[in-house]
């Protein structure tokens, strides 16, 4: 299979990441989704990373979806059996998500306008809800034993996202949060080498 990817998308580091865990093997691809390549619009109309192409043709996007595939794919490896527990896991995979989808608006309106032309309250207005998500796991930061699921990996995208454009923005005063890769690293030893670039 392969994964049409971005390196600095936060949804492509969680998808790789979860590959990697779970020893599925998949060849990783890296696109411009703003040149639109044949390979990304033929295998998803949107446009959009990440897409895993499947070796028996058609293709899985986005990345919630990506996620599940590769959990059936394992033989349900990836999001706990429990269905309590999986609730619990698919909340804060979506938790993650959603912060990213803030922090993504808030770095394509810097990128996208003139300096002139950034509207400022948008920007104000997906940072207060990074800032409720981020409150929010600091002091709910959940449990992370031997077995990884779909929502650590998710985290751990976050964070490595934060730590690439929001570096020094979103550490203070949530030392329990920041402090949880080192926690992640132990368990997911590949970590520090597939999180997003820095």
């Not at 703003?34 to 390979?39: F, G, I, L, R, Y």
């Not at 993650?96 to 996208?112: N, P, Q, T």
């Not at 990074?130 to 992370?144: E, I, M, R, S």
């Not at 929502?151 to 949060?177: C, V």
Request: charged share 25%; aromatic share 10%.
């Amino acid at each position: 299979m392969e994964l049409l990817y971005s390196p600095a998308s936060p949804y492509s580091a969680k998808v790789r990441m979860a590959a990697r865990y779970l020893d599925i093997d998949v060849t990783s691809i890296s696109v411009d989704t703003s040149a639109q390549p044949a390979t990304l619009m033929d295998n998803n109309p949107l446009g959009k990373i990440p897409v895993l192409i499947l070796d028996e043709g058609g293709s899985v996007y986005d990345s919630v979806a990506i996620m599940h595939y590769l959990d059936r794919l394992s033989g349900a490896k990836l999001y706990p059996k429990k269905g309590e527990k999986r609730t619990e896991a698919e909340v804060l995979e979506a938790l993650c998500d959603g912060i990213m989808d803030c922090l993504l608006a808030i770095v394509y309106e810097r990128r996208s306008r003139p300096e002139d032309k950034v509207h400022q309250p948008w920007i104000d207005k997906q940072w207060s809800k990074v800032v409720k998500g981020l409150d929010y796991l600091n002091a709910n930061l959940p449990k992370t034993g031997k077995k990884l699921h779909g929502g650590h990996f998710a985290l751990a995208a976050m964070i490595g996202y934060l730590d690439l454009r929001f570096a020094g923005e979103w550490a203070g005063g949530r030392k329990t949060l920041a402090d949880w890769p080192e926690t992640f690293g132990k368990r997911f030893k590949d970590y520090a080498e597939m999180k997003a670039p820095a």
